[in-house]
């Protein structure tokens, strides 16, 4: 069977497969979602390596527990949640995230990012690699993974504040780093005018 043959399995005829042994049905596998699952490693690492290990280790997850997938929602979902549990699980071997005081979370202002209009999304996404691991973390799972301050909390054993101060603090740091990225970017297009 050829890749184009392939292409029109569905996920549940792929995944059945790949849990019968089928290697080829699982490089399949692989191939189908490995590009994507890449991007969401990608925004919870430093690096492209620690991105391609938790890559590695999402799939073999995946494929450790695809019996346990129950067809109740999309595949690709269920495996974005893998891969977003692994990235959390390494973030929380690496790294410690202190709690805050009440007091301190009310004086930490929530910033507004309307500056990252102007920007391209490879540069947003290299900024947001530059937030320290916490910060990037608790970022990633509230603005891009969608998940709410409790939820947060509960996945990384903070408290819901201290999920809501790392927050705002992510995003005050990205605002300055966006206002610092277009002062660099329009001086060469200012000098050019002149």
Known sequence: MSTTDNQNLSDSDLINRC?????????????????????????YSNNADDAQDLLQEGFIKVFRNLGKFRHEGSFEGWMRRVFVNTSIEHFRKKVHINSISEKDEVAIEDVGLSALDNLAEKDIVLLIRELSPGYRTVFNMYVIEGYSHKEIGEMLGITEGTSKSQLAR?????????AEFLDENRKPLIRRKQ
């Open 19 to 43: 849990i019968a042994g089928d290697r080829r049905m699982q490089e399949e596998l692989y191939n189908k979602y490995s590009a994507k699952m890449y991007a969401v490693c990608l925004r």
């Open 170 to 178: 992510a995003k005050a740091i990205l605002q300055k780093k966006v």
